[in-house]
């Protein structure tokens, strides 16, 4: 499709990625200068501060004005949590579908394919009023708790990572459990001991990217989640920087460095594996 | 699916055993509360549970369940409420049922012009309990026991006298002094107390007085009777209303058909704030998936060129934008796009020596969400580009060249037909997905300025899931959430049709490629 290109042809591209290098990492560069600037206006920035200082992030981890450890650690149990049931349940139901042949399996994966296709955000203010409902009579699963947060979530996520899951156990071939079968062991158990360890790197896939995923959601956070203590990163660090740019932009910008690293830290090293996953039909949310 | 030991056999019974126990406990708590809805729910959930464990053929829905239980109750259930939630008037003044209305306004109280007042000792225990003893204009006494007042004789040795022949205490109660009186004045306020049919209240400080009982339900009339003035307030369209147009507040919510739908359709002010944001929310997808797509697109083409050298470096570098958690990117450009100090405005005035009014301009802002919104989508263009390109068979390439096509025409005559059949249905997709993207838009510009004049809060950038969005949760203008709810349905009707539009344009694209 190439052909060899002449020397100005070669800097042409060169200079026009660039030009792409510099257009992505220019908010990067900006709040990872922020973040070192002593300054905590977003008016006296210089690209490169004249006196680069820890003083935000320390802020960050001492200033009790500042939650942000706190909403950290909410973004990590609820992200972590969601991610790690969410693997477990679709595992198990796209293995159901995967290998047991029962009746109502093509509605069922007919009506799943149809249920996926709905954005759970849009149901937001029925989620709402059913949470405030749980919440008199169950307390602790209700609106403003994490576990509420976290079962919205889940529910969120079973339609289309069991669909995608499925997929995967559709090309494990049979036979592997089979003997194991035979020998007496129950489906369950074979689905345990054999397939799932089989699986590992779909269930990788589906782990990180519903973390990816659930770290960054908004709408529902903002919605279920009332009081900064209870906060996700997300709800968190909006509530932090709005309205006030000119006060917090040093420490918002630490702030955003290191929740962005968090995920950088994943998914640029698992890029290969995560893209594959992505692009395998979804859009990034 | 062999039984297994005696020992898991018992286990599992008596877990069934147990949940079931816990079933109806919760079951008779919500009868008591009315909750109907919920104590079906709990026992076809408890139903199908008892049917899994304890049937063989419900086997494979043993897996299926756990999953299940989280979809249904998360996903589909709030599907079903929202449809219904979109039929009803439910917004800021009609949140209660009917039947909490009622209450409430049985429990309204007024005072008569000439009132019965009593003067009154309070007095309280050791456990804190409260009692009081009003003395009438006409010296009868009475004591409270429990929410009734009774006839006393003050002169029983039970009564201990103090100076003056007030009653200082009785039976381990002491009195208030009126300081305490102060301090437990919100106890005392809530005593209701009954005295043959009137209610005997706190009217002051130092008095309680009778009420009266200010509204009475009638059924069969299906309306509120105003004791006090004697006019009758009929339900009508979520509110008790008086033949002259008058009011009871709250109103209560009614199953209002499609009325919210029509309102969005129809109704003036409403109606034009709904194109106003369909047709940008149209516009905003539609030039984010083009331009995303064509940027994506370039930078993929020189990626795959082979000659470049540091590919991988400048993959990993391009792909930091879709790396970036969203929330944290679209508050960075929020600030960066800030008119009075952010960093791009700075960068224009001094290259060119003026300032844009990014973010509070209408036309400016919704230029800046489309630029931020390129930033973040377009390296999932270019990695879905690379992919296609990629699979571009090399073969076709040759023969092209064999016949003399210039390096253009090979983008415009093979690579463009044959990645567009891969790609089309990801744009559509991408399509899908911006159209709801709430969070730049909320996070950006939160889907201001306002507009002057909307009906509802419709900003300039809001797009139709903010708005709905500041219809339910806005707290200013109050909580729509019939109306939001509407609106939530329509979208999802125009999000299923585009899916439907892809989902037949995969297919036709197939066919294509079938027959290249």
């Known amino acids: 499709m190439y052909s060899r290109p002449s020397w100005l042809g070669l800097v042409v591209r060169h200079v026009l990625i660039w030009i792409g290098v510099i257009y992505a990492l220019f908010p990067v560069l900006w709040i990872l200068s922020a973040s070192f600037n002593p300054t905590n206006n977003l008016l006296d920035q210089r690209l490169f501060p004249a ?57 069922g994966l007919l009506s799943l394919l149809l249920v996926q296709m709905f954005p759970q955000m849009l149901a937001m203010v029925a989620i709402y009023l059913l949470l405030i409902r749980i919440k008199e009579i169950v307390p602790w699963l209700g609106y403003n708790t994490h576990p509420g947060l976290i079962m919205v979530y889940l529910g969120g996520a079973m339609g289309f990572n069991t669909w995608f899951m499925k997929g995967y156990f559709d090309t494990i071939p049979r036979s592997v459990e089979e ?58 660090l909006r509530f932090f920087i709005q309205a006030a740019y000119d006060r917090r932009w040093g420490a918002f910008s630490a702030a955003a460095i290191l929740g962005a690293l968090l995920i950088l830290a994943i998914f640029l090293p698992l890029q290969k594996l995560i893209i594959s996953g992505l692009t395998g039909g979804a859009v990034k949310e | 699916m062999n039984g297994g030991s005696l ?100 429990g309204r109280y007024y005072l008569p012009p000439a009132p019965e007042t009593f003067t009154f000792w309070a007095f309280r225990n050791a456990q804190g309990d409260l009692r009081v003893i009003l003395t009438a204009r006409d010296g009868r006494t009475f004591i409270s026991r429990g929410n009734e007042l009774v006839p006393v004789d003050l002169s029983g040795p039970r009564y201990v006298r103090g100076a003056g022949g007030t009653v200082t205490g009785f039976d381990g109660y002491t009195r208030l002094t009126l300081p305490e009186i102060y301090q437990s004045l919100r ?39 105003d004791l006090e003035t004697n006019v ?38 409403i109606r034009s704030d709904f194109a106003r944001v369909f047709g940008w929310t149209v516009v ?117 060249r064999v016949d003399g096509a210039t390096g253009w025409q090979r983008f415009w005559t093979i690579t463009m037909p044959l990645l567009w059949v891969s790609v089309a ?64 349905i329509l979208i999802f009707i125009i999000i299923a049709a585009i899916s439907g539009v892809n989902f037949r344009f995969t297919r036709a694209l197939e066919d294509v490629s079938r027959g290249v």
């Open chain 1, 51 to 107: 006196n680069p200082t820890l003083d935000h992030y320390r802020r960050l981890f001492t200033d009790p004005a500042v939650p942000f450890p706190r909403w950290i650690l909410n973004t990590l149990i609820v992200s972590g949590t969601t991610a790690v049931i969410t693997v477990f349940l679709c595992a198990l139901g796209a293995y159901a579908f995967s290998r047991f042949r029962f009746r109502g399996r093509r509605a």
């Open chain 1, 179 to 236: 003997s194991a079968l035979v020998d007496g062991a129950t489906p369950f158990q074979a689905f345990l001991r054999i397939v799932l360890p089989l699986a590992r790197p779909i269930l990788a896939v589906v782990l990180i990217i519903q973390f990816i995923t659930t770290y960054s959601e908004y709408v529902l956070a903002s919605i279920l989640l009332k009081g900064t203590d209870m906060y996700t990163l997300a709800v968190g």
């Open chain 2, 7 to 106: 020992l898991a056999q018992g286990l599992k019974y008596g877990l069934v055993a147990l949940l079931d126990a816990v079933v109806v406990w919760a079951a008779m708590a919500l009868l008591l509360r009315g909750d109907y809805l919920m104590v079906a729910l709990l026992g076809v959930a408890a139903l199908l549970l008892n049917f899994l464990v304890l049937s063989r053929r419900a086997y494979p829905l043993r897996f299926l369940l756990p999953g299940l239980v989280f979809l249904v109750a998360m996903v589909v259930y709030p599907i079903g409420y929202t449809i219904s939630v979109s039929l009803t008037n439910l917004q800021t003044g009609n949140l209660l049922t009917k039947a909490q209305v009622i209450a409430q306004l049985e």
């Open chain 2, 187 to 225: 106890a005392l306020e809530g005593l209701d107390l009954v005295l043959g049919d009137e209610h005997v209240r706190l009217t002051s400080v130092r008095e309680f007085g009778t009420y009266l009982r200010k509204y009475s339900y009638v059924p069969d009339q299906d309306a509120v009777v």
């Open chain 2, 232 to 269: 009758t307030y009929y339900a009508r369209e979520g509110s008790f209303t008086s033949p002259d147009g008058m009011r009871i507040e709250p109103g209560f919510q009614i199953y209002v058909g499609f009325r919210n739908y029509l309102d969005v359709l129809t109704h003036p002010g």
């Open chain 2, 284 to 400: 905003w997808s539609f030039l984010t998936v083009f331009f995303s797509f064509w940027v994506g697109l370039g930078l993929a083409y020189l990626l795959n060129d082979p000659y470049v050298r540091g590919r991988f470096a400048y993959r990993s570098l391009l792909i930091v934008p879709y790396a970036m958690p969203a929330f944290i990117s679209a508050l960075v450009w929020a600030g960066l796009f800030n008119a009075d100090l952010g960093v791009i405005n700075r960068i224009l005035g001094e290259l060119f020596g003026t300032k844009v009014r990014w973010l509070q301009d209408p036309m400016w802002a919704r230029a800046a969400l489309i630029f931020i919104n390129v930033w973040l989508t377009y390296p999932y263009m270019m990695i879905v580009s690379l992919g296609a390109l990629q699979s571009v068979s090399r073969e076709m390439y040759e023969a092209a």
């Open chain 2, 425 to 488: 249905p990801l744009l559509i997709g991408s399509f899908a997905f911006t159209f709801n993207n709430f969070t730049i838009i909320w996070l950006v510009t939160a889907g201001r300025p306002a507009v002057l004049g909307a009906a509802t809060p419709a900003g300039a950038t809001d797009i139709l899931i903010s708005w709905t969005y500041r219809l339910a949760f806005e707290g200013d203008r109050g909580n729509q959430l019939g109306l939001a709810s509407a609106v939530s």
